[in-house]
Each structure stands twice: as structure tokens, then as C-alpha cells.
């Protein structure tokens, strides 16, 4: 993780989010997490880092790992959106997230 969850936290708050739970275990049997959700909206952000530099995220296995993790939770009627360390505290993303956890409530 590079980012402070406590300057993320504050700046949803300032967006008028609530508080997402870090490294949230969604899995009943697997140890898949998400880096921040709304457990009780069914929404999750997914921060991925290193998507310009192949990193280890962006090789085929590790690729069809996510998909098996993504598909798993959106048939546990999860939503999941994605961002880039740098975007995560941005007012887009925070739109982004509002309308997401507006429309599963």
C-alpha cells in the first residue's frame, strides 16, 4: 500500500463519503481483499499501482488471478472500481465512488 489510509479517510470524509474499511477480506473461503471498501454497499476500490512500469500486476498469470478474484466478488454482487495511486484522492474518484455506493443502497 502507498498511500496513508488516514489522509484518504479524512479526504472521503471532506468529500462527504463514509469511511471505507482497508484490506477488507470479502472472500467466505479465499484470502482475497480489497484494498478499500463499503461492506455494506457492496462497492470496493481497487488501487493499482506500477501499470506503466509492467510490474508483477500486469503479467499474464497475475492478470488471470484478478479476473478470478473480480469475477468471484461481482457473483457475490460486489462492485468494483479501479484507480492509480495517484488518482485516489481526487474529486473524480470520490464522484466516482458516491454514485457507486448511492446506487447499492
Given at each position: 500500500?502507498?498511500?496513508?489510509?488516514?489522509?484518504?479517510?479524512?479526504?472521503?470524509?471532506?468529500q462527504?463519503?463514509?469511511?471505507?474499511?482497508?484490506?477488507?477480506?470479502?472472500?467466505?473461503?479465499?484470502?482475497?481483499?480489497?484494498?478499500?471498501?463499503?461492506?455494506?454497499?457492496?462497492?470496493?476500490?481497487?488501487?493499482?499501482?506500477?501499470?506503466?512500469?509492467?510490474?508483477g500486476?500486469?503479467?499474464?498469470?497475475?492478470?488471470?488471478?484478478?479476473?478470478?478474484?473480480?469475477?468471484?466478488?461481482?457473483?457475490?454482487?460486489?462492485?468494483?472500481?479501479?484507480?492509480?495511486?495517484?488518482?485516489?484522492?481526487?474529486?473524480?474518484?470520490?464522484?466516482?465512488?458516491?454514485?457507486?455506493?448511492?446506487?447499492?443502497?
Amino acid at each position: 500500500m502507498k498511500y496513508n489510509p488516514e489522509i484518504v479517510r479524512a479526504f472521503f470524509r471532506e468529500q462527504g463519503l463514509p469511511d471505507p474499511t482497508f484490506e477488507h477480506l470479502f472472500h467466505p473461503t479465499r484470502k482475497w481483499r480489497f484494498d478499500l471498501a463499503w461492506p455494506d454497499r457492496h462497492v470496493a476500490l481497487e488501487v493499482d499501482g506500477g501499470i506503466w512500469i509492467q510490474g508483477g500486476h500486469n503479467r499474464g498469470a497475475q492478470i488471470k488471478k484478478t479476473w478470478e478474484k473480480e469475477n468471484a466478488a461481482q457473483l457475490l454482487g460486489w462492485k468494483i472500481l479501479k484507480c492509480e495511486p495517484r488518482d485516489l484522492c481526487t474529486v473524480e474518484i470520490a464522484a466516482m465512488i458516491g454514485v457507486a455506493i448511492n446506487e447499492n443502497q
